[in-house]
Structure formats: structure tokens, C-alpha cells
């Protein structure tokens, strides 16, 4: 991991050599800083005009900058690790990730959407979902449940420091699922009751790891799992003596 503080020029030069990369296919961006607003724009539409880029990950930046990400439709890998944007720079990028309809890894840290929706159902050959620490309203929590719902290919999915509260998470449709980690995820008990009872429709889940998360009264069948990992989970006795 390589964190770089350059000049404006030295900035201006790298971003105007990126957009010179027609076939570029892999840019990791970790801790770059830039002077001006006005570069570091230069180097968001950089980024856009690489069509044939597949992985982008951008780590402990700063956009000042609309990032379109709607012309990447080779895009298979996105990851964005404590980014910060402004609203309209994230409800523009959640819009744009919609149309990257190859996209199979989507990994977001620290990030926060503030009232915008993300549909990863829309993204039809995604595979692995991570949402660490993303903060949204309640709107747009019930409307990700829902949307995850519906990605049936989905293998592997992760939520840590997530709200639930209320929203109703159904992954009885994810029959393909192998990997699922919940862990500090707060929601009411009849979300709770729900989910658990769904995870018993994921056939081929092999991995369940569960950490900081209250199952109340909810009965977890574990007969399927090849790894099984709890900490911190508060359960009733019955729901203990059936485990």
C-alpha cells in the first residue's frame, strides 16, 4: 500500500497520463492527495474515459468531483474505501454504478449515502456485495433490503455496521449463496426472526459468521455450514438449545 502527496503539476501530469491509457484495465488509487479542485477533476474524468478499465479501487480519497462511472461497462471489480463526496456527487455515483451491468464485486467501506438509492439488482452478474460502515436513511435501507433480494446470483455478502431496524432483509431467493457475515447489524426482532428463517432457503451457504447481532427467539439451522463462527450474539435459551 503506497500513500502519495504530490505537486499540482506532478498530479496534472499523472491524471492527463491516465486518460492516455485507452486500455488500461486495473487502477488502484490508495491515499493520493491533489491541490486543486479544478485537477482533481481532470483526474475524475480520467477515470471515466477508461472504458476498458475492469478494477478500480479508490482508498482514503477525497472527490470533489462528479465520478461517472456509466461509461465503465467492462468494470468488474469496485471498491470504495472511506471515500467522502458530497450528496450530489454520491447520488450521481450510485446512479452511474447501475449501468456497469458487468460488474461483479462491489466492496464499499466508510462511506456515506446520505437519502441516495443503491439498486444492486440492476447489476445482474454480481457476485460478491460488502457494505462496511455505510450510513444511509431509512428509505434508502429499506430500499437496498429489497434490491439484495433480488440479486440471485449473489455468492458472498457481507454487512457490518449496518441499521436495519425495521427494513425486512429476505435472502430465501439467494440460493447460490456460500459466504454470509452480519456482524454488528442492528435490527428489530421480527427482521431478525425473518432473516434467520430465510438463511434456512440458502442451500449451498457454507459460511456464516455472526458477530454483535441479538437472535431473540430466532432458530438458526447451521446443518448445511462447513464453518460456523459466533461472537457477541445473545440469543434465548431455546434458540440457544437448538444450536
Not at 468488474?76 to 472511506?82: A, E, F, I, K, V
Not at 462511506?111 to 444492486?120: E, F, K, T, V
Request: net charge negative; hydrophobic share 35%; aromatic share 4%.
Amino acid at each position: 500500500m503506497l500513500f502519495v502527496t504530490m505537486s499540482s503539476e506532478c498530479s496534472e501530469s499523472i491524471c492527463r497520463s491516465i486518460s492516455n491509457c485507452t486500455h488500461l484495465q486495473d487502477l488502484i488509487l490508495y491515499g493520493i492527495t491533489l491541490h486543486d479542485n479544478i485537477l482533481f477533476q481532470i483526474r475524475l474524468t480520467s477515470i471515466s474515459n477508461c472504458t476498458h478499465l475492469q478494477t478500480l479501487h479508490l482508498d482514503n480519497t477525497q472527490l470533489d468531483g462528479i465520478l461517472d462511472l456509466s461509461r465503465l461497462t467492462n468494470l468488474t471489480s469496485l471498491g470504495l474505501w472511506n471515500v467522502t463526496m458530497s450528496s450530489e456527487c454520491i447520488e450521481f455515483l450510485c446512479g452511474s454504478i447501475s449501468n456497469c451491468t458487468h460488474l461483479q464485486i462491489l466492496d464499499l467501506i466508510g462511506i456515506a449515502l446520505y437519502n441516495s438509492i443503491l439498486d444492486p439488482s440492476r447489476l445482474t452478474n454480481l457476485t460478491s456485495l460488502s457494505l462496511w460502515n455505510v450510513t444511509m436513511s431509512s428509505e434508502c435501507i429499506e430500499s437496498l433490503c429489497g434490491s439484495i433480494s433480488n440479486c440471485i446470483h449473489l455468492q458472498a455478502l457481507t454487512l457490518y455496521g449496518i441499521t436495519l431496524n425495521d427494513s425486512i432483509l429476505d435472502l430465501s431467493r439467494q440460493t447460490n449463496l456460500t459466504y454470509l457475515m452480519l456482524e454488528n447489524v442492528t435490527m428489530s426482532s421480527k427482521c431478525s426472526e425473518s432473516l434467520y428463517r430465510s438463511i434456512s432457503n440458502c442451500t449451498h451457504l457454507q459460511e456464516l459468521y455472526l458477530d454483535d447481532i441479538t437472535l431473540n427467539d430466532s432458530i438458526l439451522d447451521q446443518s448445511r455450514l462447513t464453518h460456523l463462527r459466533l461472537e457477541n450474539v445473545s440469543m434465548s435459551s431455546e434458540c440457544s438449545e437448538s444450536m
